[in-house]
């Protein structure tokens, strides 16, 4: 399993608050990484720097050993690192095709010509509806809004538009935060797929039995620092929890 | 509740205008019995029509998330500037007008989507700017357009019978529903005014489509400006503030909701005819003008409430459908 994207060194400094003090993360292809850590341990702006929301104060990000700079997450999104957020991937008043294909719409073509500003929404429609059937995802109707979906479906179809758009490395903040247990399942077998795909994912939670459900490494954060990075078979969650409370260290953001 | 009836009632709530609308006719219809002519129902549209070309542009940046109530002084600038150009030449007399409208609808978004100033206030400083303007430059005075030029046939005209603005008003009808329903800037219209992160997350800059908005409102309120103008023999400085209310009211009573992200111009439209009916009706009965101006404030009022009603609806909608499933 080759390495997929390297964090090395990066700082998040957000005024005087140090959010990210020096962590290195390296991601392997297809590989499931659980980032857990308390509140405000910094778990979200590493995440955000990674997918190009906010530049890191310090350090560099490679992807497959070249040097990238992500100025926004269109780049990232470039080279196929996506974040989804808490609630804010999918546009609630769009139906669900129009979110799977939101940013890469297919033209109408008339007389054998493009026309970029025209939709063709009978193809999208057919496409996503094969394409949560072969995933499936259950909805009522691809011509649904998405705020009438359940919380389970929303974050279903946000991981779906995901692998449709090709990305390598998936990044999920608090996906089953907000939803019932049944749908949890569907959402972690969705990150297996994922996987199985070849696409790597970190699943930022604090589920510890959901991140031992599904992760290949447990890295945690406290105070900003990395304090722990180890294999799933490695360890338990009891020896995680102990990492993110603290017992044993006293790392801190020494500024 | 059941699911299916659940549905049932969202969509018989966001179809209401249209029940509104005929419960409103029959009851005219009983009142009055010219209500149901030809000729009256073509009136009630030819009046409308400048309201229902501008509301079809106030809509659009409605559910972008905006707002503009600039619109009344755009439209004033705009036929004054038709009135001035119009025996000068015909061609001139359209275009510039409407280019106009095109420059200050595009300062407005200038100001709001790329500077990212508050939309309310933004637009509330430039209908005084705008307004102001147009008063130095007539020095407040009427301006005297030609009656039998080309284009007086653009307010009076008619083509098979039927007022040539109507045509203009169905045909802008047309173009914007077309605009927000079938095309890529109509879906990012809508999902700026949603949810415009969901937007920046997949890489979209939205700031354009917002700005381009307020600059199509803008062409919309210039043709609705050269079309007042043509019907006017002369145009006055303070002409676009009567048109603030019934815009405004129309694409609220439409359901378009004032958080952006929702809206349909075809109530919206259905809600300018449903005005025109109001207004009509008050006209056949004799209501005095004061009093009609006290019953429009009170529909202004009942379409806040009747929209808020409806946006909180399709909220709840929500709420219910998640905690079946789950
Ligand atoms: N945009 C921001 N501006 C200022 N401070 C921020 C910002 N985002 C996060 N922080 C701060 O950075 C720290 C880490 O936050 P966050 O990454 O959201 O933590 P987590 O996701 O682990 O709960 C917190 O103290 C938070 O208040
Ligand atoms: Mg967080």
Known sequence: MGTLVEMKGIYKLFGGLCAINNVDLTIGKGEVIGLVGDNAAGKSTLMKVLSGVYPPTEGDIFVEGQQKIFKSPHDARNVGVVMLFQDLALVQDLDVTDNIFLGKELPKRIFGQDMRFLLDRRTMDERSEKFLRELEINVDSIKEKVKNLSGGQRQSVSIARTIFFNARLVILDEPTSAISVKETQKVLDLILQLKKKGVAVIIVSHRMEDIFNVADRVVVLRRGKKVEDIEKCKTTPELIIKRIIGLNDGAGCNQ | ?326
């Open chain 2, 1 to 326: 509740m059941n699911k299916f009836y659940a549905r049932f009632r969202l969509f018989y709530l966001n179809n209401s205008i249209i029940f509104i609308f005929i419960a409103l006719s029959v009851m005219s219809g009983i009142l009055s019995d010219k209500f149901f002519s030809v000729r009256n129902w073509l009136n009630i549209l030819n009046n409308f029509s400048v309201t229902g070309i501008v509301s079809c542009g106030v809509a659009l940046v409605l559910i972008a998330g905006g707002i503009d109530l600039s619109f009344g002084s755009i439209l004033a600038c705009c036929s004054v500037f038709a009135a001035f150009l119009e025996p000068r030449s015909l061609f001139l007399a359209i275009l510039l007008p409407v280019l106009l409208g095109v420059l200050l609808g595009l300062f407005n978004g200038f100001i709001v989507a790329k500077i990212g100033a508050n939309p309310l206030i933004t637009t509330l400083g430039t209908q005084w700017l705008y307004f102001a303007l147009l008063m130095i430059v007539t020095s407040g005075n009427l301006v005297q357009g030609n009656s039998d030029t080309p284009f007086h046939f653009i307010g009076h005209g008619k083509i098979f019978n039927i007022p040539f603005p109507i045509y203009f008003f169905l045909g802008i009808v047309l173009f914007a529903w077309f605009l927000s329903r079938k095309t890529l800037y109509g879906k990012y219209l809508f999902a700026h005014g949603s949810n415009k992160n969901a937007l920046f997350c997949s890489g979209i800059d939205s700031s354009h489509i917002y700005m381009m908005t307020f600059a199509i409102m803008g062409l919309l309120v210039g043709i609705g400006g050269v079309v007042l103008s043509s019907r006017l023999i002369g145009v006055r400085p303070t002409e676009g503030g009567r048109y603030l209310m019934n815009v405004l009211t129309a694409v609220i009573l439409g359901g378009v909701s004032l958080n952006g992200g929702i809206g349909s111009l075809v109530n919206v439209m259905i809600a300018v005819v449903v005005l025109g009916v109001i207004d009509n009706s008050m006209v056949l009965l004799g209501v005095p003008y004061k009093d009609q101006q006290i019953i429009r404030g009170g529909i202004f009022i009942l379409s806040i409430i009747y929209n808020n009603y409806l946006v909180n609806q399709s909220e709840i909608f929500r709420r219910k459908s998640v905690s079946q499933e789950s």
